[in-house]
Nanobody
Framework: QVHLVESGGGLVQAGDSLRLSCAAS????????LGWFRQAPGKGREFVAR????????YYVDSVKGRFTITRDGAKNTVYLQMNSLNPEDTAVYSC??????????????????WGQGTQVTVSS
């Protein structure tokens, strides 16, 4: 059974930075992708970024490119999301997800079976 635990959320001001962590456990994660998604109040869950836990390949949604960076520590099975230049539109519950999504579907929530509990990020103006 895969277990994902996020941490690092909080309340910050516009322009500040935060680093989220997602620790994965429960199995060998060869070929797995780990994705970060977010859900703002009243909105659907949105893809943010993903990384291959073995390959290290990354992909971002356009709205965070140049501001967010996803990295991994393979030895710890932990993925980080460094978020810089935060703005109020980034306010959401951020969740990590892990799986081996079909090719081309790494940005789709239903392609992931394993999810963390989420961590709140609030950015004040």
């Amino acid at each position: 059974q895969v277990h994902l635990v996020e941490s690092g959320g909080g309340l910050v001001q516009a322009g500040d930075s935060l680093r989220l962590s997602c620790a994965a456990s429960g199995r060998t994660f060869r070929n797995y992708l780990l994705g970060w998604f977010r859900q703002a109040p009243g909105k659907g869950r949105e893809f943010v970024a993903r990384i291959g836990l073995s390959s290290g390949s990354t992909y971002y949604v356009d709205s965070v490119k140049g501001r967010f960076t996803i990295t991994r520590d393979g030895a710890k099975n932990t993925v980080y999301l460094q978020m810089n230049s935060l703005n109020p539109e980034d306010t959401a519950v951020y969740s990590c997800a892990a799986d081996v999504p079909p090719v081309g579907l790494a940005h789709v929530t239903t392609a992931y079976d394993y999810w963390g509990q989420g961590t709140q990020v609030t950015v004040s103006s």
